[in-house]
């Protein structure tokens, strides 16, 4: 059987409290968890400065913003949405980086205001380069190399999207002369990892790429800390990773007498084990004699997709309605209560009921699916079978719990929608 997982930083007795305040499902989330993952950031070793940029993307709540700019941290943006989002939680313009797939519409009102740009493809480059000729600019590239648990956490390399392939440099040194532009800052990302050796490897090529532009003085090295969930799964150490990274920039000031300042955007590590989600076990039920358990949840992939879109594994642990109960374990399958086959949260990759030992539940029972505080909400499959967005609930350092987002009304689901005579 598999090991039993333990609950992060909930007790079974606040979890109830919640439960009994806030309804479930529900997301709950650490501060002082939050806090000290910003100080185990900011410590990356480096040589020259260091800037920590969250992948707002990972957890855009007001709340989060809030705690994370109070801690020093910058954005990295991913969206001209997510820009708004930032400023609207206090970040100052030139404290965001937005780094995008899509060129942002409002490209010509952000500049202006300070924020910071990164092209992420020669159009992107090309089309900044007509709007803002003489301005300072960052590029992203994709090294050739990639690193990431699943081919879809995988953004460097060949069969990714993200950035300018780095044989192409030639045509950003012709994009960059044509327009005057200064690039300032050379930016890679190549998924989530631990691997010492990829993050030295991926620096090394990042500097080279650097030298070959005079006005940089920025290197970014993107995110990707891997964070383990379940037990048994490695957790990135920034001390391991960072170290020969640090020596990588001193030798290259030695070389070439210029000090980078080094840039990180951490998503994943800062939240991931500082959330949670409370859910209830809405129902039992037996497929017969060589089938399954399968325990129904009062979520599912309108919560958390990422069971669903990746076979994401999230610890989950049985918490008993009964304060005193003899604790049985079993293999289960856990499901969740969208109407749809993929809705499983114990999923084998490329699909299918995966076993998890787990105490036995009983209907009624909570369940706290921990690990979910990167990822989780903002990428939910929000309102699928019509169910209203989740509730959040932060446990603030004197230990009170505090609600930061309600749960949605119907109102709200249907606000959007346009009645029409229709004859």
Request: aromatic letters at 8%.
């Amino acid at each position: 059987m598999q090991s039993i997982e333990n609950l992060k930083f909930l007790t079974p007795e606040e979890a109830r409290k919640i439960a009994v305040n806030f309804g479930t499902p529900v997301f709950v989330y650490t501060r002082k968890g939050i806090e000290k993952s910003c100080d185990e950031a900011l410590a990356f070793p480096n040589a020259f400065g260091l800037t920590v940029r969250f992948a707002m993307k990972a957890n855009p709540g007001r709340t989060v913003l809030e705690i994370l700019k109070k801690k020093g941290i910058h954005i990295d943006a991913s969206s001209e949405h997510e820009v708004q989002r930032a400023i609207l939680a206090g970040f100052e313009p030139s404290d965001i980086l937005l780094t995008s797939q899509q060129l942002a519409r409002s490209l010509k009102e952000l500049i202006p205001q300070g924020v910071q740009f990164n092209a992420c493809s020669l159009r992107q480059l090309e089309e900044f380069g007509k709007n803002f000729p003489g301005k300072e600019v960052s590029v992203r590239f994709n090294p050739g190399l990639g690193s990431g648990a699943t081919k879809k956490t995988d953004v460097g390399g060949k069969t990714s999207s993200f950035g300018i392939w780095h044989e192409e440099i030639g045509k950003v040194k012709e994009i960059v002369t044509k327009y005057g532009l200064k690039l300032v800052r050379v930016h890679t990302h190549i998924g989530s990892g631990s691997d010492p050796e990829v993050w030295k490897a991926v620096a090394h090529y990042t500097l080279e790429i650097a030298a070959q532009f005079p006005d940089c003085r920025t290197v970014n090295l993107g995110g990707g800390f891997k964070v383990g969930r379940m037990i048994g799964e490695k957790t990135t150490d920034p001390q391991v990773i960072g170290k020969p990274v640090k020596e990588l920039f001193e030798n290259y000031a030695k070389e070439k007498g210029i000090q980078l300042k080094m840039e990180i955007e951490p998503g994943s590590f800062l939240m991931v084990n500082n959330g949670a989600i409370i859910s209830q076990v809405d129902d039992i039920v037996l497929t017969g004699d060589g089938g399954y358990t399968f325990v129904k949840l009062d979520m599912g992939m309108d919560v958390n997709t990422r069971p669903a879109l990746y076979a994401a594994k999230h610890p989950l642990i049985v918490i008993s309605q009964k304060e005193t109960s003899a604790s049985k374990t079993g293999e289960f399958v856990y499901v969740g209560h969208c109407c749809e086959s993929g809705d499983l949260i114990t999923q084998e990759e490329g699909g299918g009921p995966q076993l998890r030992t787990t105490e036995t539940p009983e209907i009624g029972d909570l369940v706290v699916m921990e690990g979910t505080g990167a990822y989780c909400s903002s990428m939910s499959t929000k309102n699928y079978n019509s169910y209203p967005e989740t509730p959040e609930v932060l446990i603030d350092l004197d230990g009170s719990p505090k609600l930061v987002r309600k749960k949605q009304s119907l109102e709200q689901v249907l606000q959007n929608e346009v009645l029409v005579s229709l004859g």
